[in-house]
């Protein structure tokens, strides 16, 4: 018997069960379908956050001072002698400074915790963010310290019920929890840094963001007791970004007369361990997708060796009239081949389906990948092979005459 005889055969046995057999396929169907839209989507919110990430921290740098004693940190990055300093050699494009904290917004009755950026019209060059409603704040705001901020959207929503509606409203937050809180007027509406994570992650607890000019913080908590958490600089040229981080460093150490005091480094290094964490969580949740792949097979060599059994009186007729063992091991081997393979090919056309669903409804644009998509083929194939090894041997070494007596 060729091989195109055995290929016709375990079709036609195939289409003698089809129930059966759609129902031995279904593992690999499950498997793959979900092993391709996880690896989508999963590519594709990576993308997107990464992506906002690295544009964001292109050719930009940040410094701060290298040390555990917040005193120390402050005595040597307060002033704003030293910034001048900086802005003065004509050396960067942009030089802002800026305070981050975390403050607490009066909310029905609760405080919800928030991410303050104090900024001035440096930072905001450097630092930008997508206004969705209002306005950024106006260069006479920034000089004289008028109680104003900025909100993401997300934030706007749940205390406004829609972001367009924070505008012109008032806010109140406190740095601290024993600090009263401070009514503020709002002016903007911001993008939420994280909104596309919520969107991969599925997070319903979300990161509240908001911003205030330098000089406004100043006046209400006395930036005289404190300082700058931060320089942040960006270079004229991405491309010089190193030689400009090094001379930056150079001199802040000229200045303090220290050396080894600063920490100087790049703001698409968080999007580059950022994006190393993603690749992670994608490769683990595409691994536990595949695990079905694996349960799967274990059901086409369960059936398999249901067949065989069922089988057996036709095995024997076969071999009594010339059938040979390999020929017997051959057409079984292409039955679990082609069970898998058919598969396969469904579990892949309803993965893309799914992922591209899926892709719309939280818009995030999934990312094939070919080798993916290849080997995912080539693995359902593989596990037609692997797991039908075991049925189709028993076939082949069946003795004929106990075949010929089965009942």
Known sequence: MNLLESLKGAI??????????????LGIIIGISSVITMSAIGAGGRKNITGFLKEGGYGKFTISVDKDDEQFRWKYLLEPETIESLKETNIFKNVGVN?????????????????LVATTTDFEKIDKINYIF??????????????????DNLTAQDFFGSADKAIGNEISFAVGRKNSPISY??????KNPLEELLKVTGGQRIARFIRTPLNTYDKVYDLSKGGYNSIIIESKN????????????????????????????TMSNAAASFDNILSTLNLFITFVAGISLFVGGIGVMNIMLVSVIERTKEIGIRKAIGATNKDILIQFLME???????????????????????????????????FSIVSSLSVSSLIGLV??????????????IDSLRNE
């Open 185 to 190: 007027k709002i002016v903007g509406v911001f």
């Open 336 to 370: 679990s081949i082609i069970l898998t393979g058919i598969g396969g090919v469904i579990g892949v056309l309803i993965g893309i389906s799914l992922a591209v669903l899926i892709g719309v409804l939280i818009n995030i644009p999934p990312i094939f990948s070919v």
């Open 134 to 151: 209002g306005r950024n704040f106006l260069p006479f705001e920034y000089e004289n310290g008028e109680k104003i901020i900025s909100i």
């Open 387 to 400: 797991f039908g090894v075991t049925p189709a041997k028993k076939a082949a070494q069946l003795n004929p």
């Open 238 to 265: 991405p491309e010089n970004l190193a030689a400009d981080m090094k001379n930056a460093n150079t001199i802040l150490e000229n200045i303090t007369g220290i050396k080894g005091l600063y920490q100087v480094e």
């Open 99 to 115: 305070i981050n904290t975390w403050v607490f917004l009066d909310f029905e009755k609760r405080k919800e915790p928030a991410f």
């Open 12 to 25: 036609q046995n195939l289409k003698g069960n089809k129930v059966r057999s759609f129902l031995t396929m």
